[in-house]
């Protein structure tokens, strides 16, 4: 069963890295019509740019899912972020398509990205399933507030991105809410500080390779 179970994470993981990841949701339109040629060069460039730094965020999205699904014992729970995951396998494949429209690539260092992230999610893991959750709840309230900033930072012109930052942001805060409801208890300040700083540090890297 454990075999099963790891056989299954691992092709999710090689889905998320190598940008095949497939969706159950088709790509949020937007309400206007949207011509990306609209955009000058230097737009286009930076829309990729930021619309690559979500995508990293879902690659790690995926393995922080998939460490604390296999960390917990509670079949309920590994329900429950299996649920999330699904969600968040769309939002990693629409962003890979924005990227693709774009003219643009994903992450460089996705591979890194992911095995730091499901190193994390282990480490949140054997802390037990309320910090675990907590740990989820405070991630995708993070989150959360990040997508609010691109919401801003995205060119004007930018329909399609933000049409699928905004749906993107709606089920963040679903998933926040869930973890919490599940029981996550509040994290202390200098960790959620951390995970602030190491989203930075993401964030800044991914925007460029
Ligand atoms: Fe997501
Ligand atoms: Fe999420």
């Known amino acids: 069963m454990l075999f099963d179970e790891l056989i299954g994470e691992f092709d999710r993981g090689l889905r998320s890295i190598t940008g095949v990841a497939r969706m159950s949701r088709p790509v949020p339109q937007p309400d206007v019509v949207a011509d990306d040629s609209e955009m000058t060069v230097a737009e286009q460039s930076h829309a990729a740019a930021l619309m690559r730094v979500n995508h990293v965020g879902e690659v790690c999205a995926q393995a922080l899912y998939q460490a604390q699904k296999l960390a917990t014992r509670s079949e309920r729970l590994k329900q429950a972020f299996e649920r999330a995951a699904r969600e968040e396998e769309d939002h990693l494949a629409w962003t890979a398509h924005r990227l693709r429209e774009l003219d643009s690539r994903p992450s460089l260092l996705n591979p890194l990205w992911y095995a730091g992230s499901l190193a994390i999610g ?36 930018d329909h399609a991105s933000r049409a699928i930052v905004m749906q993107m942001r709606t089920d963040e805060i679903t998933h926040a809410r869930a973890a919490s409801d599940a029981g996550g208890v ?15 540090m993401m964030t800044r890297t991914a925007y460029y390779i």
Request: hydrophobic letters at 45%; a negative charge; aromatic letters at 6%.
């Open 122 to 157: 282990f480490v949140a893991g054997r802390f037990g399933d309320r910090v675990s959750l907590g740990f989820m709840a405070e991630t995708e309230r993070q989150v959360e507030q990040h997508l609010d900033g691109h919401l801003d930072r995205l060119p004007a012109l």
């Open 186 to 200: 509040e994290l202390p300040a200098p960790v959620t500080a951390l995970m602030r700083v190491a989203a930075r």
